[in-house]
Each structure stands twice: as structure tokens, then as C-alpha cells.
């Protein structure tokens, strides 16, 4: 299997047997490195397992910091081709970005502008497994990331008091958001 840079990695089943990586940049001219989701989730649970609450924590706001680059990222190059974007295309590329990465479907099902409720379902959640748990290591981490999607794109803070997704069945759940007080 070869991985293009901005091809879906979610649509192709990995296999262990026949997975073969192109070294061609991704969209941002950043390698791509290829992680199973059980590693990811082991390494944040590592942080959650050593630090505790503040690893918790830890894992949130890289998440956070992640997210807002990629939306910064994103309207540097819509700047370049003078094409830039609403705040919802803003954050609708994000999320699109996100799928192509792998990291599950997104679908933003609320997104209020004025009162900064958001509501984003993820489909094929590769953290599935952890998401009925109340320390969803892999969940919060993208927890964090679309909470820093949001509050980049609609410059406000937009987050959540305790973070922690809705689970649904069929690796599904969904993430709520809303304005954090200042
Ligand atoms: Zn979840």
C-alpha cells in the first residue's frame, strides 16, 4: 500500500504485511509518519499513568496546540493563493484535514458562532475502544485538538469545564464544546 500525501489513510485497511510509506511530503511539506492508534493511545497513556491528572491534562493541550496550528497553517497558505476563508470553511478544512490523516470521520453537526456551542461527531474513532472510559487518552487528545480548531478559527476560547466525549456505538461518539468564560 502506498500512502499519498493528502490521501485518506482511513479508507485503506492497513495491514501489516503490505504497508509501504512514500517519503513524499504531506500537504504541508512535513513528513508523514505512520502510527498504529494502540501505539498512540500507549504513549498518552503513559502521561496519563506517570502524571496523573496533569498528564491528563498534558494530553488536552497538545491537542489544543496542534489543532490551532493546523487551522494557522491553513489560513498562512489560503493567504498565499488569496483565498481566504470563513470561519466555518476554516474550521470545515480542519476537520476534512484531520479525516485525511486518519485520525476518524468528522462531522460538525452545530457550530454557533455567537453563543460558541459546537458539536462534532467522529465516526471510525480509531480511540473507539477507550471512549466509554473516563480517561480516553486517544479521545482527549482530539478532544483537545478540535477544541483548538475552534477557538483558532472563531478566535474565542471554545472548550469544555471537564472534557469527556459522548460515546455512541459503532466507533462513534461525540465531542461537545462550548465558550469558556474569561
Ligand atoms: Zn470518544
Not at 489543532?67 to 476537520?95: F, H, N, S, T, Y
Not at 482527549?140 to 474565542?156: N, V
Amino acid at each position: 500500500m502506498i500512502v499519498k500525501p493528502g490521501e485518506s489513510l482511513e479508507r485503506k485497511k492497513m495491514t501489516n504485511s503490505r504497508l509501504e510509506v512514500t517519503n513524499e511530503k504531506a500537504q504541508n511539506g512535513q513528513s508523514l509518519i505512520l502510527m498504529k492508534s494502540e501505539s498512540f493511545n500507549n504513549i498518552m497513556s503513559y502521561l496519563s499513568e506517570s502524571f496523573g491528572k496533569p498528564g491528563l491534562s498534558m494530553i488536552y493541550s497538545m491537542g489544543h496546540d496542534s489543532g490551532a496550528k493546523e487551522v494557522k497553517q491553513i489560513r498562512e497558505e489560503m493567504k498565499k493563493i488569496e483565498k481566504p476563508l470563513q470561519k466555518k470553511d476554516l474550521v470545515e478544512k480542519a476537520l476534512q484535514r484531520m479525516s485525511q490523516m486518519g485520525w476518524g470521520r468528522f462531522d460538525l453537526q452545530e457550530l454557533d458562532q455567537i453563543t460558541g456551542n459546537v458539536e462534532v461527531k467522529i465516526k471510525n474513532n480509531p480511540f473507539s475502544d477507550s471512549c466509554a472510559m473516563n480517561d480516553t487518552c486517544g479521545c482527549l487528545f482530539l478532544h483537545g485538538y478540535i477544541s483548538g480548531i475552534m477557538t483558532e478559527s472563531l478566535e474565542a476560547e471554545i472548550g469544555c469545564a471537564s472534557p469527556r466525549c459522548i460515546d455512541l456505538d459503532d466507533s462513534q461518539c461525540i465531542i461537545r464544546l462550548m465558550r469558556e468564560p474569561k
